[in-house]
């Protein structure tokens, strides 16, 4: 399950809406509790893939490192991956399948002509993606 503060669902949607037609990108700072992923904040990241950006994202590792320092910062870590698809589902492509590590979780936001239309969260469990709840707070 992932359980989001509102404030940060709703930067993650701002960048999503901001950014399109590319898909945008950033790391969700929280805690992981059995399997139950709280996000208190999104870290933005710059999408840096620098051939694909209407399809592809990527994440600097020098973001990366940022993000890490900024969640240790609050007594945080690092808890997923959020990033948005421009005119197409909030499903997992192959390629994000991927790239996943198993125990984050995987905020995609389906812009449709630059408006947020949906969102879902998902989590790589045994190299398969699987939708998990999300439960929005504060």
Request: aromatic share 14%; net charge negative.
């Amino acid at each position: 399950m992932l359980r989001i503060k509102g404030s940060a669902l709703e930067k993650a949607i701002t960048q999503a809406e901001r950014d399109y037609p590319y898909e945008t990108c950033g790391l969700l700072l929280g805690k992981i509790e059995g399997d139950v992923r709280t996000v208190f904040g999104c870290f933005e990241t710059p999408n840096a893939n620098p051939d694909r950006k209407n399809d592809r994202y990527e994440i600097d590792a020098k973001d990366y490192l940022k993000a890490e320092e900024k969640a240790r910062q609050f007594g945080l870590e690092i808890v997923g991956v959020y990033h948005s698809h421009p005119d197409h589902p909030d499903r997992p492509s192959a390629f994000d399948e991927e790239r996943a590590f198993e125990g984050w979780s995987y905020l995609i936001l389906s812009v449709n002509k630059g408006k947020v239309v949906s969102y879902r969260s998902w989590e790589l469990f045994e190299g398969k993606f699987r939708q998990e709840e999300i439960y929005i707070f504060g």
